[in-house]
């Protein structure tokens, strides 16, 4: 007993001098973007990420959607090439939130193919967060993926897969999903 509270406080301590280092980066570091809209769009998902399960349309959701409204394919270009400065967190709650239809019905952009570009830029070796839905966001978006994405995905795919980080039949349905748009193009 006395083990495994010994190594529950050893992860409590973990967690705090990971939150304190954040904090402290956070404050002497503050991430901010040349792009008015992204850094708008980082602020308001920063600002709200402890409660993204509970984003209402009426609410939290609407101002969400109000900041992509106004994104134009610049803005989207900036966003995939500042990616990698992004917590891997916000990139979730954002995916997340594409998948809303709410934002589908609002948006008039090709959300499905930027969910797939996070997909591909998402942390290497963590993708339990977004490959169950890729399929779900390329059909609800009718998502028209260049030869360049789906290369892309399918190398993410195979790395996924060889170190064992996605299932057999995982790999299997998301190689077969993007041969199928592959074949329509």
Known sequence: MKKYYSKKINLLNQLSLKSISKS??????????????????????SKNDGDAEHWELSNILGEFINILKDFNQDDFR???KTVKFWNSYHLVI??????D???????????????????????????????????????????????NILVDLTIKLQMLFK?????KQQFEHNIQFINKLQNEL
């Open 24 to 45: 402290v980066n956070n404050t002497f570091f503050p991430l901010k973007f040349e792009n008015e809209k992204i850094e708008k769009l980082h602020q308001f998902v």
């Open 94 to 99: 954002i995916a997340d939130k594409f998948l």
């Open 101 to 147: 239809n709410n934002v589908k019905a609002s948006i008039q952009h090709d959300l499905g193919a930027a969910y797939c570009k996070i997909f591909c830029v998402y942390e290497k070796f963590d993708p339990y967060f977004l490959i169950d839905s890729l399929e779900i966001a390329v059909e609800m978006y009718n998502s028209k993926l260049d030869l």
């Open 78 to 80: 900036y966003f995939f």
């Open 163 to 167: 170190n064992k980080q996605i299932t």
